[in-house]
């Protein structure tokens, strides 16, 4: 049976984790390789296209895809603010 943890405990449970994994691995390539494979980086975005098209349009959805992500970001955070605000 799962034990439901309070907020303070996963968070806690969460830090233990990275502790750990810092703590067997270098923290620089760990970095290095998800800001490689991240939203922040084109090929991210191409992996999402149709690999069918041609390149020129391939790169222009993809540049549409990152755009689009990055404004839904801005949108919902501005979104919260206003909520922050109001309460």
Known sequence: ???SLSPSERS???RLAA???HARNDGHAITAKARAAGPGQIKHWLAK???????E???RRA????AAHYTRLAYLSAKARR????A
């Open 83 to 86: 909520k922050r605000g109001a």
């Open 19 to 21: 502790h750990e994994m």
């Open 57 to 59: 349009e391939r790169l």
């Open 1 to 3: 049976m799962p034990v």
């Open 12 to 14: 806690l449970r969460a």
């Open 63 to 66: 540049q549409h895809l990152k």
């Open 49 to 55: 296209v149709d690999a069918d098209l041609p390149e």
